[in-house]
């Protein structure tokens, strides 16, 4: 059973910094595509980066120029850097891995909260 697990989220004022990681009880952690999405309340849940297996990362919307996606396959963790956040940033974050050849293989992890005050 793949197990996906979040952390680091939490209360920051905005302007601040968060880092969230997310460690996979993945096999062969490479072989998987990895993605942050985030849902506010009343809103679905979107994309906000991913990396590729080989380690291409891309942001979307606001995303891009505040935060940066990384993985550390020796770890089987991966990383969002999150800088000068927003009180729109606020919403639950969640890990999602994709096995790169096998999209069917897609888990999801249980979501950490980041709240961001004004």
């Known amino acids: 059973q793949v197990q996906l697990v979040e952390s680091g989220g939490g209360l920051v004022q905005s302007g601040g910094s968060l880092r969230l990681s997310c460690a996979a009880s993945?096999?062969?952690?490479?072989?998987?595509?990895m993605g942050w999405y985030r849902q506010a309340p009343g809103n679905q849940r979107e994309l906000v980066a991913d990396?590729?297996?080989?380690?291409?990362?891309q942001y979307i919307g606001s995303a891009k120029g505040r935060f940066t996606i990384s993985r550390d396959n020796a770890l089987n963790t991966v990383y969002l850097q999150m800088n000068n956040l927003k009180p729109e940033d606020t919403a639950v974050y969640y890990c999602?891995?994709?096995?790169?050849?096998?999209?069917?293989?897609?888990?999801w992890g249980q979501g950490t909260q980041v709240t961001v005050s004004s």
């Open positions: 999602k891995a994709q096995h790169a050849a096998f999209s069917f293989r897609t888990y």
């Open positions: 993945v096999t062969i952690f490479d072989r998987y595509n």
């Open positions: 990396i590729s297996s080989v380690g291409t990362p």
